[in-house]
């Protein structure tokens, strides 16, 4: 009988597991996630959205050295890789981001000349993966659900956070803030960072003007155009782009969101690495 290093077995060959106690359990889980949250309070980039855009970007900051936490509503990654093309389980990446998803450990097969293909969960698992050996935190259940700012002029420095649980039982339930030295709006279609701050903030003078109908090529250059600063310690990347500043939709082919998600990350490495010394 095979029988792996550590593993114990019993006169009747079953294999002896660790007894735990239940208060342990809730211990150790305790114990390690209010650790780690207490060293999140403060950090250099909060993403809102793991999706691709938003790993993507987590993954390259992460990269060079700066302290990334991810917030993501959901209880998973991915954001619309998942459901494909209308829930076919292929996505479609294009040149030069093709470069990326390599990087990142995706496997395509090319279907035309510069043209690539991909399983949905491969991507999901893949980009995910990517940004967590690069030192990101991924943190899932928790929406960003307003902006922490100083004025004048105008400047982000953190976000405020709620339980999706929360948020989805209309409890009155206050929530806490986080600082970081830049946010980045990776939330998708809704852009929901960046309306909160068009909101809540007027003297940005936001407007988020809704995406336009799909046009898949313009969509794709005008996003990773479009991926930028929008004012002090906020930026925008991904389809929350599009939104924000009424470019097109673009389906499910997903070149461009690795592409923005790379940009904006090269923007705020720039600006709190280079341009610090
Ligand atoms: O929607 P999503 O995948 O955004 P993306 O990175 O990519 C867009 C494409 O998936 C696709 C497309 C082009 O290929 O058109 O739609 O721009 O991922 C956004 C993630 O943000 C989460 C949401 O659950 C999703 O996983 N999210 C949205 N609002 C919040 C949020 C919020 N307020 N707080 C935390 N997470």
Known sequence: MMRKAGEERDRMGKIKIREVDESEITRTIIKKALEEWLNLTETDVIIAGAGPSGLTAATYLAKAGLRTLVLERRLSPGGGIGGGGMLFHKVVIQSPADEIAREMGCRLEEVGDGLYTADTVEVITKLASSA?????????????????????????????????????SGLHVDPIGVKAKAVIDCTGHQAEVITVASEKIPELNLFVQGEKSMWASKAEELTVEKTGEVCEGLYVAGMAA????QTPRMGPIFGGMLLSGRKVAELVIEKLLRRQG
């Open 132 to 168: 967590i050996e690069a030192g990101a935190k991924i943190i899932l259940g928790v929406t960003v659900e307003d902006l922490i700012y100083r004025s004048p002029p105008p400047k982000i420095v953190g976000v405020v956070i709620q339980w999706t649980a929360v948020v989805e």
């Open 242 to 245: 599009a939104s924000l500043h």
